[in-house]
């Protein structure tokens, strides 16, 4: 068995003293090899690893192996390399002796904290791969250790400037930057006040920005466990109503919306279908406002422009996949909260989304068999799908709601949405969403009964959609006679 003794004067024996003559043990193959050795049996003692984690005078004496190793010159590539993996040996025995508990996090802290600090963003150490072993030792120091967690992570975000934490975010790794990913995920879940910290930091945007910049091409990779470990952080960013300030910190005025907004919506679009999401009452309303005056009415202008060809293909791209998020997520909201639906219709929406619709009715026209080839792509400026999307949100807003009823019907909605229950190949289930939302509009209101009823019956497959929608049809001298069927 290893005394505690033994592995202080054994630490000792490996910190440089002589910055002329350099380190003996990496002077020395046969030297270095024994050492190697010698942290190798140490770690194996298991039943003195706790004695060995606890005690400061060890954390003391790693600490000045790995300051003295960091500030040696090599003058030797075989020094250089003998350096850095005896660095990497005494990290990963840090590492393991953090698994002691809070005692020996309290004593990495006080002694480590700085070095690890150093290492990260010393240019030699960010060469040779040791950001990711530093990373990995602060994520155990804070293990299960709230208090330990809130000091490293407040030190964390103001330690570097924005050239050095570039270098070091730079410097890593897919399988590196999961140490950080981890670090970042811990120190965030389960504090909102962590949360604002990172959006509120000097350090905090770059770190989002630089991991939404990679989240695309993890996100291909379903394997890829960084992808699950970014999707965790800003899902603790959302849990804590922190979007609508992700989302502005990955504005870029050159583009509306930029790349990372769309990466950030199909993550929101993700969270809020995912199952058992807990959003709070709060929270829902401030989202569905800022969904919809921040991201909706501003896409709109665009989105008009986009469909008479006055933006290119590829903003024409991002545009479309952005707003159908856009428009899921507001779905998402007000399906999950009757609070939110109420909300919606208080910052009078239901407006606003007629008015798009019909201007994309008027614009993009129906799409079938007939008019050209089914296996042709359908191309973005068309945006398929979204008058789709526009008819399901009104479709909710106005069951059970007469406010929304006589809404639609005062802003000339009734006609627009009865053309569009026909089959679209540009919108799958259009008709569908169009029959439950005539529905809703006729539920127990005379007015809006007697306006379509008035109506031109122009196509038949409008009456049969009225009847899929509870009402039986006739047609006398060209009009419609509606009357609700009996539920027998």
Same mark, same amino acid.
């Given at each position: 068995?290893?005394?505690?003794?033994?592995?202080?004067?054994?630490?000792?024996?490996?910190?440089?003293?002589?910055?002329?003559?350099?380190?003996?043990?990496?002077?020395?193959?046969?030297?270095?090899?024994?050492?190697?050795?010698?942290?190798?049996?140490?770690?194996?003692? %298991?039943?003195?690893?706790? @004695?060995?984690?606890? /005690?400061?005078?060890?954390?003391?004496?790693?600490?000045? #192996? !790995? +300051? &003295? =190793?960091?500030?040696?010159?090599?003058?030797?590539?075989?020094?250089?390399?003998?350096?850095?993996?005896?660095?990497?040996?005494?990290?990963?025995?840090?590492?393991?002796?953090?698994?002691?508990?809070?005692?020996?996090?309290?004593?990495?802290?006080?002694?480590?904290?700085?070095?690890?600090?150093?290492?990260?963003?010393?240019?030699?150490?960010?060469?040779?791969?040791?950001?990711?072993?530093?990373?990995?030792?602060?994520?155990?120091?804070?293990?299960?250790?709230?208090?330990? %967690?809130?000091?490293?992570? @407040?030190?964390?975000? /103001?330690?570097?400037?924005?050239?050095?934490?570039?270098? #070091? !975010? +730079? &410097? =890593?790794?897919?399988?590196?930057?999961?140490?950080?990913?981890?670090?970042?995920?811990?120190?965030?879940?389960?504090?909102?006040?962590?949360?604002?910290?990172?959006?509120?930091?000097?350090?905090?945007?770059?770190?989002?920005?630089?991991?939404?910049?990679?989240?695309?091409?993890?996100?291909?990779?379903?394997?890829?466990?960084?992808?699950?470990?970014?999707?965790?952080?800003?899902?603790?960013?959302?849990?804590?109503?922190?979007?609508?300030?992700?989302?502005?910190?990955?504005?870029?005025?050159?583009?509306?919306?930029?790349?990372?907004?769309?990466?950030?919506?199909?993550?929101?679009?993700?969270? !809020?279908?995912?199952?058992?999401?807990?959003?709070?009452?709060?929270?829902?309303?401030?989202?569905?406002?800022?969904?919809?005056?921040?991201?909706?009415?501003?896409?709109?202008?665009?989105?008009?422009?986009?469909?008479?060809?006055?933006?290119?293909?590829?903003?024409?791209?991002?545009?479309?996949?952005?707003?159908?998020?856009?428009?899921?997520?507001?779905?998402?909201?007000?399906?999950?909260?009757?609070?939110?639906?109420?909300?919606?219709?208080?910052?009078?929406?239901?407006?606003?989304?007629?008015?798009?619709?019909?201007?994309?009715?008027?614009?993009?026209?129906?799409?079938?068999?007939?008019?050209?080839?089914?296996?042709?792509?359908?191309?973005?400026?068309?945006?398929?799908?979204?008058?789709?999307?526009?008819?399901?949100?009104?479709?909710?807003?106005?069951?059970?709601?007469?406010?929304?009823?006589?809404?639609?019907?005062?802003?000339?909605?009734?006609?627009?949405?009865?053309?569009?229950?026909?089959?679209?190949?540009?919108?799958?289930?259009?008709?569908?969403?169009?029959?439950?939302?005539?529905?809703?509009?006729?539920?127990?209101?005379?007015?809006?009964?007697?306006?379509?009823?008035?109506?031109?019956?122009?196509?038949?497959?409008?009456?049969?959609?009225?009847?899929?929608?509870?009402?039986?049809?006739?047609?006398?001298?060209?009009?419609?006679?509606?009357?609700?069927?009996?539920?027998?």
């Amino acid at each position: 068995m290893v005394t505690l003794q033994e592995v202080v004067s054994f630490l000792h024996s490996l910190t440089p003293t002589d910055q002329d003559n350099g380190a003996v043990v990496l002077k020395h193959q046969s030297a270095f090899d024994g050492s190697i050795s010698r942290i190798a049996d140490i770690l194996q003692d %298991t039943d003195s690893r706790t @004695t060995f984690g606890q /005690s400061e005078d060890v954390w003391r004496s790693i600490s000045s #192996v !790995l +300051s &003295g =190793l960091r500030t040696l010159t090599a003058r030797s590539a075989e020094e250089l390399s003998r350096r850095d993996r005896l660095m990497r040996a005494v990290l990963t025995f840090s590492m393991n002796l953090l698994t002691a508990g809070p005692l020996a996090q309290q004593s990495a802290s006080r002694y480590m904290k700085n070095e690890l600090f150093c290492i990260l963003a010393d240019d030699e150490c960010i060469k040779n791969s040791l950001c990711a072993l530093c990373l990995k030792t602060m994520v155990n120091m804070c293990a299960s250790n709230d208090n330990i %967690t809130q000091e490293l992570w @407040t030190e964390f975000l /103001s330690k570097y400037d924005e050239p050095t934490l570039n270098k #070091v !975010l +730079s &410097g =890593l790794d897919d399988d590196s930057y999961m140490a950080l990913l981890v670090f970042i995920a811990g120190s965030i879940r389960s504090s909102a006040d962590r949360s604002a910290k990172l959006l509120n930091s000097s350090g905090g945007p770059i770190l989002l920005i630089n991991t939404l910049d990679k989240v695309g091409a993890w996100m291909k990779n379903e394997d890829h466990n960084n992808f699950e470990l970014a999707y965790s952080i800003f899902e603790s960013l959302i849990r804590h109503g922190y979007f609508p300030h992700v989302y502005k910190t990955a504005s870029d005025p050159a583009d509306i919306p930029s790349e990372r907004q769309v990466t950030l919506m199909r993550i929101l679009d993700a969270y !809020l279908t995912a199952k058992n999401v807990v959003v709070t009452c709060e929270n829902q309303l401030g989202l569905s406002e800022f969904l919809y005056n921040d991201l909706f009415c501003e896409c709109k202008p665009l989105i008009v422009q986009v469909m008479t060809k006055k933006i290119d293909n590829i903003e024409a791209k991002r545009l479309e996949v952005f707003i159908l998020d856009v428009m899921e997520c507001i779905t998402s909201l007000i399906s999950l909260s009757a609070n939110s639906k109420s909300f919606m219709v208080e910052l009078n929406a239901v407006p606003q989304f007629l008015d798009l619709l019909r201007r994309t009715d008027d614009l993009i026209p129906r799409r079938t068999l007939k008019s050209g080839n089914p296996d042709d792509q359908i191309p973005s400026y068309e945006f398929p799908s979204l008058k789709q999307k526009l008819i399901g949100i009104l479709g909710i807003l106005v069951q059970g709601d007469r406010k929304v009823q006589d809404q639609i019907r005062e802003f000339g909605g009734l006609p627009v949405i009865l053309s569009h229950c026909n089959i679209d190949d540009s919108n799958p289930f259009i008709r569908e969403y169009a029959v439950l939302c005539i529905k809703g509009l006729l539920d127990n209101n005379e007015e809006n009964q007697t306006f379509v009823a008035s109506l031109e019956a122009r196509e038949p497959v409008t009456t049969d959609a009225l009847e899929e929608a509870g009402y039986e049809t006739r047609i006398i001298n060209g009009k419609v006679s509606l009357k609700r069927k009996v539920v027998k």
